[in-house]
């Protein structure tokens, strides 16, 4: 949806606020257990994209790593952009050092490139089911596409796959 020179605003809301709108507005995962903190996009004073900024995988926990675990919009355009830039700001200035999302391999990703995220390549995707600890099925287990915005000063992201390629250089 074009705004032809309305101009969207960014506006607090709760976790729990934003998590109503996901439900109701995200493609394929409307359903989110929490958040940390979220942000909302108005048009016109009526709430047209949510963003909700959440923990990473346990294995990522405490590296000042934050995961954008849903981003939702009515269509407006430029609303993801705005979103994302601005869950990515907020992050730098509680002292997070990236921060990472996912999505689908067939999403292009242009609102990401566009508030600075890097393509990071395909995870393996999977179930988080183990022996040792049964979880439910994942909704979507195939593989996703992961996106990077470095917000600290060093030049190269730290994943695992990107450290070990630097080492054998």
């Given amino acids: 949806m074009r705004l032809e020179g ?17 439900k ?6 409307p359903d989110l257990q929490g958040g940390l903190f979220a942000v909302a996009v108005e048009h016109e004073g009526a709430v047209v994209g949510v963003g909700v900024a959440g923990n990473p995988a346990r294995v990522w926990q405490g590296q000042a790593k934050l995961v954008i675990s849903r981003c939702a919009t009515t269509g407006f355009e430029n609303a993801c952009s705005m979103i994302y830039g601005a869950l990515a700001r907020a992050a730098k ?12 391999p067939d999403e292009p990703g242009t609102s990401l490139r ?6 990071m390549g395909l995870t393996d995707g999977g179930e988080w089911t183990r022996p040792s600890r049964v979880r439910n099925a994942a909704k979507r287990p195939e ?22 390629a630097q080492e054998s250089t």
């Fill in 6 to 22: 309305k101009e969207l605003k960014l506006a607090p809301i709760t976790v729990k606020s934003a998590l109503t709108r996901v």
């Fill in 24 to 29: 109701e507005w995200h493609r394929h995962l």
């Fill in 93 to 104: 200035a509680l002292g997070y050092a990236e921060v990472w999302t996912y999505t689908l």
């Fill in 114 to 119: 566009a508030a600075g995220f890097q393509d």
């Fill in 143 to 164: 593989r996703k596409r992961r996106w990077l915005r470095r917000i600290s000063g060093d030049t190269f992201p730290s994943c695992p796959a990107h450290s070990k």
